[in-house]
């Protein structure tokens, strides 16, 4: 049912944001509960240094992971958007050749990682005991890098056909796997870092599994690809993907310097670092969650030309992330103590987890508004926007703000750095997204950057005649 002009939001739009963004949400808060208790478990081995390395090597794998959300994106989008219009045989079609294109990535990627880790661990600040652990971990968490990317996709492609329910399952059937493994082999088998990379190699295995047997067998969403499907594809394929990664790229980019600034102010802060890292992830899945989910909504809508509907999805979005992040940073404060006594923290570590469980959570609401436009953006036939603002936030708003507060603050102000210019970017993507989709519903072009410019830059100014 559309809505009347002016609504801020219809009971169908409202319904099929929240279904859809619960069912991933509670996907993702299983596997980020799994991680979260990774680093539970590795801390009740009572050395500072495994905490760290943890901290360093969930770095460059959030690398990677990044890779496998934005190769999840164009899944999502390209299927829904096919779907959307009533062509199946296309959706199908385009789902084995991204299915063929990750493969390939996710190969490539664990050689990469087997290769370069012990110089990408060292650039990122590691030494000494904490560099060697992490190194170990790697080395082993790698070969599950090609089961997480097709895992991940698989899931995307169950919600474009609007199975959020096995799109739930197979991020909860991980994640159960993960959290009996993990105490079996860290402890009982006595592997203990190491037990607990096989734990996740064993689970992402899991995870690809149980999502595309569903895909194949029930939905028949999936066509064998050939070498030509794939060549034939691999631009429309590239024109999301290459964005889409590009963008999700930036934030574990972003990350690494943040660790590298921290590993300056020693081991107590990267563990603390690490806590943050696992924790916030848990505390705001639903965001992640709704997130991943208003994209197919939006792809739908947008393949329908229901321009009515994809800004509503947008309104209802931001507020119920709003709503989201503020009941959250509730219990965070309420709990912040039992928190910091659950990974043993002290000193550094400890501090920095009362910071980011008081007020500064808050400032979490800007990052979920970018998530939120940067799935719109992949949606909207404009993924270069998606690109372009969240490399902006996690390096023109991530790395002087960092910087220059911690000058001033020491490790609490690298972290205080890290949320404080990702705001200007936030609003700035929010305007735009409307901005594009108000542009599509009167057929009008789509906004460049230039024009962008053009319209935000003060009519009289010393430069106004300058064009970008």
Not at 43 to 67: K, M, N, R
Not at 220 to 249: C, H, K, Q, W, Y
Not at 326 to 344: K, P
Request: hydrophobic share 55%; net charge neutral; aromatic share 12%.
């Amino acid at each position: 049912m559309a809505s009347k002009t002016g609504a801020f939001v219809t009971g169908s739009i409202l319904r099929h944001t929240v279904v859809m963004s619960l069912s991933s949400g509670a996907g993702l808060l299983a596997i980020f509960f799994v991680d979260l208790a990774d680093l539970y478990f590795i801390s009740l081995l009572g050395h500072e240094a495994l905490a760290a390395a943890v901290g360093y090597a969930g770095t460059l794998l959030f690398f990677f992971t990044s890779i496998s959300i934005g190769l999840a994106i164009a899944m999502g989008a390209l299927a829904a958007r096919a779907l959307g219009a009533g062509d199946e045989g296309r959706a199908r079609h385009v789902a084995g050749s991204i299915a063929a294109i990750i493969a390939v990535l996710g190969i490539a990627s664990t050689v990469l990682v087997l290769l370069f880790a012990d110089t990408m661990l060292t650039l990122i600040g590691a030494t000494g005991e904490a560099h060697d652990y992490a190194l170990s971990f790697l080395r082993i968490a790698a070969f599950g890098t090609p089961f997480l990317m097709l895992g991940m996709a698989g899931g995307a492609l169950l919600r474009a056909h609007g199975d959020a329910r096995r799109a739930m399952t197979t991020t909860l059937s991980a994640a159960a796997i993960n959290a009996v493994l993990d105490p079996l082999l860290i402890f009982t088998a006595g592997l203990g870092l190491e037990g607990a990379a096989i734990a996740t190699v064993i689970a992402r295995i899991t995870l690809f599994a149980v999502a595309w047997r569903p895909i194949i067998a029930i939905h028949d969403g999936v066509e064998r690809p050939s070498f030509a499907s794939v060549r034939e594809d691999a631009r429309a394929v590239s024109a999301i993907a290459g964005p889409a990664m590009l963008t999700n790229i930036a934030t574990p980019i972003g990350f690494a310097f943040i660790t590298r600034m921290m590993a300056d102010f020693g081991t107590q802060a990267v563990a603390g670092y690490a806590v943050i890292g696992r924790l916030t992830p848990f505390a705001f899945c639903f965001v992640f969650g709704l997130s991943g989910a208003v994209g197919p909504i939006v792809g739908q809508n947008f393949g329908a030309k229901r321009f009515d509907r994809v800004r509503e999805a947008m309104y209802v979005a931001l507020a119920i992330v709003a709503l989201y992040v503020v009941a959250v940073s509730g219990l965070l404060y309420l709990f912040r103590e039992g928190i910091a006594d659950m990974f043993n923290t002290a000193g550094e570590a400890r501090d920095l987890v009362f910071l980011f469980c008081g007020p500064l959570s808050l400032a979490f609401f800007f990052n979920a508004a970018l998530f939120t436009t940067n799935a719109a953006f992949n949606n909207l036939d404009r993924p270069v926007y998606a690109a372009a603002l969240n490399w902006g936030r996690h390096t023109l708003g991530t790395i002087p703000f960092a910087w220059l507060c911690a000058q001033y603050m020491g490790a609490d102000g690298v972290l205080i750095g890290q949320y404080a210019g990702g705001a200007i970017f936030a609003v700035a993507s929010v305007w735009l997204a409307f901005r594009l989709i108000d542009g599509h519903a009167r057929g009008a072009p789509p906004p460049t950057f230039r024009t962008v410019i053009e319209q935000v830059r003060p009519a009289q100014w010393p430069f106004s005649n300058w064009r970008p």
